[in-house]
């Protein structure tokens, strides 16, 4: 019987109100993006397009070879590097290349700074390991108030101790991957850790951890135990991307639908040779290009080059590809950035 006025329902059975429920958030989900969180194998985390493969030891033992070679003679060709202008590292919004992956940005009202590296060297000890071909940009003393840190992953030229412990004796905040806060709360910082595709709220803007393909580990033993990452940082004007370390893979275009338009994207174009080792875990300066174009970035800046000797193509061959190669797609000067150690730009 259809109630009509003055007619009485009858009452709601108690189960179907809690499956009504269920029914209406499954409706209002369906068309939401799922917020996949990385994946894991036991203990160890994983990249979504599977494992790393090693090449032979006629390939990785001369590599590693060279290497423990070169950090001992040197090489020529690091990042140039210019005096910082301190009137304009108050410009916001603004961007300071301070060397490898450590960017100072600004944005939106916040300060921020990357994966800072200040020590001499990219090793577990001070008297070996590659050390710097070009200083600081900006010294650490000479940093304005910095609000928070992204750490993408543990390798020591992203996650270095001593300049955590420097910065977390002013108060500065950390937002990292999954389990890494040991090392941050090792030197007595203040940590956030996320999952891809998790936030958190500091300062008018919000920090979004995303997927990379790489690696981690800091020793020949426990790798994979610590997430990897990079980050997306939001306000009302600006969205800044830093990739920290990766490879080429498809997750570009999936942030981009997730969390674009990006205004600016910091991404890395060196360390790639051998491409039988690097190739997975690092992008080379035309990869790095498609990376831009995937995302549909405004602009994108060139970092992880000229800064350590960690692998083994001439040390300024990389920003000289990334140039031809954003040529060769139309990105003229003003959208595909090579930037100086020290320089300052507005964005």
């Known amino acids: 019987m259809l109630a009509g006025p ?3 329902r009858p009452p709601m059975p108690p189960i179907a109100r809690p499956l009504l429920i269920l029914a209406v958030v499954a409706l209002l989900g369906a068309g939401l993006p799922a917020r996949a969180s990385a994946p894991r194998d036991g203990g ?3 990249n979504p397009g599977g494992e790393r493969h090693w090449p032979s030891v ?3 033992i001369p ?3 060279r290497k423990i070679w070169t950090s001992l003679v040197g090489r020529e060709g690091g990042a140039p590097r210019v005096p910082f202008d301190a009137s304009a590292l108050a410009e916001n919004p603004s961007i300071t290349w301070i060397g490898h992956s450590t960017m100072l940005v600004r944005m939106d009202g916040v300060t921020f700074l990357t994966d800072p590296i200040f020590s001499e060297r990219a090793s577990p000890v001070s008297f ?3 050390s710097r071909l070009v200083p600081p940009g900006v010294p650490l003393d000479a940093l304005p108030p910095v609000d928070f840190v992204t750490l993408s992953h543990d390798h020591y030229d992203h996650t270095d101790l001593p300049s955590i412990e420097a910065l977390a004796k002013r108060g500065t905040r950390f937002v990292a991957g999954l389990e890494m806060g040991d090392l941050v709360r090792s030197v007595g910082g203040d940590v956030v ?3 891809w595709w998790q936030s958190t709220t500091i300062g008018g803007v919000e920090v979004h951890c995303v997927p990379a393909q790489h690696f981690s580990g800091r020793s020949l033993v426990g790798h994979g135990r610590r997430l990897w990452a990079g980050f997306v940082v939001a306000g009302p004007t600006r969205r800044f991307y830093h990739a920290g370390d990766t490879g080429y893979f ?3 275009g999936e942030l981009a639908r997730r969390l674009g338009p990006i205004d600016l ?6 360390a790639y040779d051998p491409p039988e080792i690097m190739r997975f875990v690092h992008l080379n300066a035309e990869e790095a290009i498609q990376a831009a174009l995937d995302l549909g970035a405004r602009r994108a800046v060139a970092m992880h080059w000229g800064t350590f000797d960690l692998t083994d193509e001439p040390l300024d061959e990389p920003p000289q590809r990334f140039r031809a190669a954003a040529d060769e797609k139309g990105l003229g000067a003003d959208r595909a950035w090579v930037m100086a150690v020290g320089e300052t730009r507005r964005w």
Request: net charge negative.
């Open 265 to 270: 994207a910091a991404l890395p174009i060196g």
């Open 128 to 130: 070996a390991g590659p």
């Open 63 to 65: 590599f590693f070879a």
């Open 193 to 195: 850790e996320l999952d």
């Open 6 to 8: 003055g007619t009485m």
């Open 250 to 252: 498809d997750g570009f």
């Open 44 to 46: 160890r985390f994983m």
């Open 58 to 60: 006629t390939v990785s």
